[in-house]
C-alpha cells in the first residue's frame, strides 16, 4: 500500500466521544488526503493537506479537522463523533499535487459509531 | 464543477470473457482521468491515468482503458477476465483547468467474474 499506514485499522466508538485517526507515510511526499467511503458514494475528500501546517477543506469537512505537524503525519479528528459518521477512511498521498499526479492510497480504518 | 459517473453498479461476466465496466464524466476543460482497484478489507489501487496523447491507455493486470472525448467517456476494458479480477473498480476525473483541483470518484461498480 505504497508506504502508507493507518492507525487505528478498526475502532468502535460512542456517540458524541472524540476520535483520532492517524495517517503515516514513508514517501516523503507533499500532499495527503482524507476520504470517507460509504456505499453509494464513492469516496468523498473531506480534507487534504499541501505541506505541513497547511491544510484545506474537501467536499465533507463538517464535523472534522485535521492536523500535519510533520511530513509523514497527517491526523483526522472527530471532534464528537455521530453515528453518521460511521464510515471506511482512507488515506492518500501524492508526490506534487500537481493535476496529472497519482494518488496513492492506504489500507483503510473502519470506524463505528454507536 | 467536475463530476463522474458509473451507470452500472454491478458487472457479470464469466471467466475468459472480455469484460467493460463503464465511466462517463463532465469538466469544463480536458480532463484527467483514473481508473483505481479495490479488493476486499483493502485501499484503493492505482491501475491507470489518461493525461494526454493516445485514447488507449494500458495499465496493471492486463487492464487498458479507451478516453472517447466525444463521448465524454473512460470505460475499462480487458480481453479475458479472470476470476482473481473480481472487485470494486472506481472511476475519478480531475479538472486541470482553474487552478489545483481534487479528484473526484464515481460511487463503483463491482465486478464479478463467474468460473
Known amino acids: 500500500d505504497a508506504g502508507i499506514t493507518q492507525s487505528p485499522r478498526h475502532k468502535v466508538t460512542e456517540t458524541g466521544t472524540p476520535v483520532t485517526l492517524r495517517c503515516h507515510q514513508t514517501?516523503?511526499?507533499?500532499?495527503m488526503y482524507w476520504y470517507r467511503q460509504d456505499p453509494g458514494h464513492g469516496l468523498r475528500l473531506i480534507h487534504y493537506?499541501?505541506?505541513?501546517?497547511?491544510?484545506d477543506k474537501g467536499e465533507v469537512s463538517d464535523g472534522y479537522s485535521v492536523s500535519r505537524s510533520k511530513t509523514e503525519d497527517f491526523l483526522l479528528t472527530l471532534e464528537s463523533a455521530t453515528s453518521s459518521q460511521t464510515s471506511v477512511y482512507f488515506c492518500?498521498?501524492?508526490?506534487?499535487?500537481?493535476?496529472?499526479?497519482?494518488?496513492?492510497f492506504g489500507p483503510g480504518t473502519r470506524l463505528t459509531v454507536l | 464543477a467536475q463530476s463522474v459517473a458509473q451507470p452500472e453498479d454491478q458487472v457479470n461476466v464469466a471467466e475468459g470473457n472480455p469484460l467493460t465496466v463503464k465511466c462517463t464524466y463532465s469538466v469544463s476543460g480536458n480532463p484527467y482521468l483514473f481508473w483505481y482497484v479495490q479488493y476486499p478489507n483493502r485501499g484503493l489501487q492505482f491501475l491507470l491515468k489518461y493525461i494526454t496523447g493516445d485514447n488507449l491507455v494500458k495499465g496493471s493486470y492486463g487492464f487498458e482503458a479507451e478516453f472517447n472525448k466525444s463521448q465524454t467517456s473512460f470505460h475499462l476494458k480487458k480481453p479475458s477476465a479472470l476470476v482473481s479480477d473480481s472487485a470494486l473498480y472506481f472511476c475519478?476525473?480531475?479538472?486541470?483547468?482553474?487552478?489545483?483541483?481534487?479528484?473526484?470518484f464515481g460511487k463503483g461498480t463491482m465486478l464479478l467474474v463467474s468460473p
Open positions: 493537506s499541501y505541506g505541513v501546517k497547511d491544510t
Open positions: 475519478a476525473v480531475r479538472d486541470p483547468t482553474g487552478g489545483y483541483s481534487t479528484l473526484t
Open positions: 492518500a498521498i501524492s508526490q506534487r499535487g500537481v493535476t496529472t499526479d497519482t494518488q496513492y
Open positions: 514517501e516523503n511526499h507533499r500532499y
